[in-house]
């Protein structure tokens, strides 16, 4: 018998915010962060023209706020962040319809474009698999790159083809919000846009 499988993205669908830019906040504090997007301006503004890709302007945000950083230093902080503060951006709605899926016994996987260092530790408190963008590292220190391409757009469904076959399940649910999941959304035969309020 074909198992059901659920795939959500996680920032604006699960959660309310952006979790990057509110990760940086909290590791570097509001007046670092705005101070960081004064100087790297450029580079956001030609990705908002459309000069530069997300991809680009995100390494170069990474970049500038935690190249050099020790690992452990950045995953002591993804933990803390994970633990107090990303329980507040979580939507209500969101989770609710995530416990209704675990329990159906449907996998449930958060498919997103954050660095899975803060992604995963809530997921995995939360009973749920993660496919997320990967950072490099080298020698134990950040290197402000990131590992192979960004999971977002036609690279969420090449992440959840390396791991899942579809043929293998009867029911696929996608939940999304931007153009960045449009291809995510397509593999399902129950796709959710927008459906998170909360």
């Given at each position: 018998?074909?198992?059901?499988?659920?795939f959500f993205d996680f920032d604006g669908t699960i959660t309310r915010k952006d979790t990057m830019i509110e990760f940086?906040?909290?590791?570097?504090?509001?007046?670092?962060?705005?101070?960081?997007?004064?100087?790297?301006?450029?580079?956001?503004?030609?990705?908002?023209?459309?000069?530069?890709?997300?991809?680009?302007?995100?390494?170069?945000?990474?970049?500038?706020?935690?190249?050099?950083?020790?690992?452990?230093?950045?995953?002591?902080?993804?933990?803390?962040?994970?633990?107090?503060?990303?329980?507040?951006?979580?939507?209500?709605?969101?989770?609710?319809?995530?416990?209704?899926?675990?329990?159906?016994?449907?996998?449930?996987?958060?498919?997103?474009?954050?660095?899975?260092?803060?992604?995963?530790?809530?997921?995995?408190?939360?009973?749920?698999?993660?496919?997320?963008?990967?950072?490099?590292?080298?020698?134990?220190?950040?290197?402000?790159?990131?590992?192979?391409?960004?999971?977002?757009?036609?690279?969420?469904?090449?992440?959840?083809?390396?791991?899942?076959?579809?043929?293998?399940?009867?029911?696929?649910?996608?939940?999304?919000?931007?153009?960045?999941?449009?291809?995510?959304?397509?593999?399902?035969?129950?796709?959710?846009?927008?459906?998170?309020?909360?």
């Amino acid at each position: 018998m074909k198992k059901d499988i659920a795939f959500f993205d996680f920032d604006g669908t699960i959660t309310r915010k952006d979790t990057m830019i509110e990760f940086i906040r909290f590791a570097k504090g509001n007046r670092a962060y705005m101070i960081g997007l004064a100087m790297l301006s450029p580079w956001l503004a030609g990705m908002k023209a459309g000069v530069f890709s997300n991809e680009f302007a995100k390494e170069k945000m990474l970049g500038y706020f935690f190249k050099g950083m020790k690992l452990e230093e950045f995953d002591l902080l993804c933990g803390l962040f994970s633990e107090k503060l990303l329980p507040g951006l979580i939507r209500p709605d969101a989770m609710v319809a995530i416990g209704e899926h675990l329990s159906k016994g449907t996998e449930v996987i958060v498919v997103s474009a954050s660095a899975e260092n803060w992604v995963k530790q809530w997921a995995t408190r939360n009973g749920l698999k993660y496919l997320c963008t990967k950072l490099v590292c080298t020698n134990g220190i950040l290197t402000g790159k990131i590992d192979g391409l960004n999971c977002n757009g036609a690279e969420k469904v090449n992440r959840i083809k390396q791991v899942y076959d579809p043929a293998d399940y009867e029911n696929i649910y996608c939940y999304g919000d931007t153009s960045g999941d449009k291809e995510m959304l397509q593999l399902a035969n129950h796709p959710f846009y927008r459906v998170f309020t909360q």
